[in-house]
């Protein structure tokens, strides 16, 4: 699918930044597996520094860091592979920065797991937010979709209270502690009920936040609306500039060089589909 007709330009460095502003906010975005560049695309239409961590000394002076979509496990295994989740909890540690989740990394961040959906042999985990998560609720990859949920986003300055949101293999948050702030329902339909034999249950949550952090089931990072991204920009401004006090090795560069490097993705247009099927 032709998802824009924008002209992207190749960079030569991931990292680099189209700005020079030392105010600038630095956002880290985990980049072993999983929708990272989606990320930080979108952090650079919001006029943050996205930074792609692949190892701990990338972390340093990031006020933010956001926990892509992917395959929960595999990350786990690479973080672990890689020495990174030392660095991870030292970043999360305090609640002195900002860390979002969305998929995959709402489950890294999840105090617990359904035990009949949890990994077998267990799985590593950050933790921080006080729920519990329901691994694939929605089922398996050929299950995704996408629709429009009812959501409360906080600080939008837009009027509209719902948003679209995709789901893909996605979790979702079946229990909430008395801290956390439930940002946004999944509603069933008497269809998806029956599809998922779930005839006694209404809603899930699958967006919430605690303190400084955030999570979502859904990618926001696959559509045109920026106001998840937005409220976490938001949410690492108040935040202190990660400083380690492991004092991390700071790695070669060629060390995690990619076979090649991304252009900037094309911004997707919500209209793009609707333009070339007349709608």
């Not at 030569?12 to 930080?40: M, T």
């Not at 990031?62 to 909890?89: K, V």
Request: net charge negative.
């Amino acid at each position: 699918i032709n998802m824009s007709t924008t002209t992207t330009t190749t960079t030569k460095d991931n990292n680099s930044n189209n700005s020079n502003d030392i105010n600038q906010i630095k956002i880290g975005v985990l980049a072993l597996q999983g929708s990272f560049r989606e990320h930080c695309s979108m952090i650079k239409r919001c006029g943050g520094c996205p930074i792609e961590v692949r190892n701990a000394s990338q972390l340093e002076q990031c006020q933010g860091l956001i926990i892509p979509g992917g395959e929960s496990t595999t990350m786990a295994n690479i973080a672990r592979r890689w020495n990174l989740f030392d660095a991870l909890r030292e970043f999360e540690d305090k609640g002195e920065r900002a860390v979002w989740g969305t998929c995959a990394g709402l489950i890294f961040l999840a105090d617990r797991i359904e035990e009949s959906t949890a990994k077998q042999g267990g799985q590593e985990l950050l933790g921080g937010i006080d729920v519990d998560v329901s691994r694939n609720f929605f089922g398996s990859q050929i299950d995704s979709f996408e629709t429009e949920i009812p959501c409360s986003i906080p600080g939008s300055t837009e009027n509209d209270t719902k948003c679209r949101a995709l789901f893909i293999r996605a979790p979702a948050i079946k229990k909430v502690g008395k801290d956390v702030e439930v940002l946004a329902r999944y509603f069933l339909s008497n269809e998806k009920k029956k599809e998922m034999n779930l005839m006694d249950v209404e809603s899930v949550v699958v967006a919430v936040k605690q303190k400084n952090l955030l999570a979502t089931s859904f990618h926001p990072e696959l559509t045109s609306d920026l106001r998840w991204h937005e409220l976490f920009m938001r949410m690492s401004k108040e935040c202190k500039p990660f400083v380690s006090e492991n004092r991390p090795e700071v790695r070669s560069q060629d060390e995690f060089k990619p076979l090649y490097v991304h252009p900037d993705l094309p911004i997707f247009k919500d209209n793009v589909l609707a333009k070339r099927f007349g709608e």
